[in-house]
């Protein structure tokens, strides 16, 4: 039989009750001490009820940072249509990346945890993740290699080497210490000359953020 639709939209609330009351618990005590037991008792339902939904408390996490990236990503997304340089908006795109991070590490950082966690363990949804930053990256490199401002290779590829030269500042992940971490300015300094033919391309990038 088919599912109704106030079924469905019934389903639908019950799922984001369930991921809502992990999301309470996570940042009450942590994701580490949260069991599914935990969670249906916020929720107001038995622990097979939730089962229902998410066949394990793994895929309970998975979609709660799945939720997360999906948040940053859009916020990528609008930073990637802004106006400025293409190598401003490309910037942009990762200082996004950066602050959406950092403010998280300081305002949720229990939530942040969990974020580390599926980067550093390269969680499949963590790789689809990356996969769409590249997607939103690639498209203006090999812009810019069409006008002769970007060297050429594979855009995929320079897309790449770019989240990988700016890892600090794109991941949850925290630096090991005594590291010296350098400021986002800096890398993306080093990122814009590594990527851009003409020798002033570095000066303009400084001028379109208000650098001296």
């Given at each position: 039989?088919?599912?109704?639709?106030?079924?469905?939209?019934?389903?639908?609330?019950?799922?984001s009750?369930?991921?809502q009351?992990?999301?309470?618990?996570?940042?009450?005590?942590?994701?580490?001490?949260?069991?599914?037991?935990?969670?249906?008792?916020?929720?107001?339902?038995?622990?097979?009820?939730?089962?229902?939904?998410?066949?394990?408390k793994?895929?309970?996490?998975?979609?709660?940072?799945?939720?997360?990236?999906?948040?940053?990503?859009?916020?990528?997304?609008?930073?990637?249509?802004?106006?400025?340089?293409?190598?401003h908006?490309?910037?942009?795109?990762?200082?996004?990346?950066?602050?959406?991070?950092?403010?998280?590490?300081?305002?949720?950082?229990?939530?942040?945890?969990?974020?580390?966690?599926?980067?550093?363990?390269?969680?499949?949804?963590?790789?689809?993740?990356?996969?769409r930053?590249?997607?939103?990256?690639?498209?203006?490199?090999?812009?810019?290699?069409?006008?002769?401002?970007?060297?050429?290779?594979?855009?995929?590829?320079?897309?790449?080497?770019?989240?990988?030269?700016?890892?600090?500042?794109?991941?949850?992940?925290?630096?090991?210490?005594?590291?010296?971490r350098?400021?986002?300015?800096?890398?993306?300094?080093?990122?814009?000359?590594?990527?851009?033919?003409?020798?002033?391309?570095?000066?303009?990038?400084?001028?379109?953020?208000?650098?001296?």
């Amino acid at each position: 039989m088919q599912e109704q639709p106030a079924d469905h939209a019934g389903s639908s609330r019950t799922r984001s009750r369930i991921l809502q009351a992990t999301i309470e618990l996570y940042r009450e005590i942590g994701y580490g001490k949260t069991t599914v037991a935990d969670i249906a008792h916020r929720a107001a339902m038995s622990p097979a009820n939730v089962y229902r939904f998410f066949r394990s408390k793994r895929q309970i996490q998975e979609v709660v940072v799945a939720e997360l990236l999906d948040e940053m990503f859009q916020a990528a997304a609008n930073a990637a249509r802004g106006s400025g340089s293409l190598v401003h908006r490309l910037a942009a795109i990762l200082r996004t990346i950066s602050q959406q991070h950092e403010r998280r590490l300081a305002n949720d950082e229990r939530l942040h945890e969990l974020v580390a966690i599926a980067t550093d363990a390269n969680w499949p949804i963590m790789l689809a993740y990356v996969d769409r930053i590249v997607g939103l990256l690639a498209p203006m490199i090999a812009t810019g290699q069409a006008r002769g401002e970007i060297r050429e290779g594979s855009a995929a590829m320079l897309a790449r080497c770019l989240l990988a030269a700016m890892n600090a500042h794109m991941t949850a992940g925290e630096t090991c210490a005594g590291a010296v971490r350098l400021g986002f300015d800096e890398m993306m300094d080093f990122c814009v000359n590594a990527l851009c033919l003409p020798p002033s391309s570095i000066a303009t990038y400084r001028r379109s953020v208000g650098q001296n």
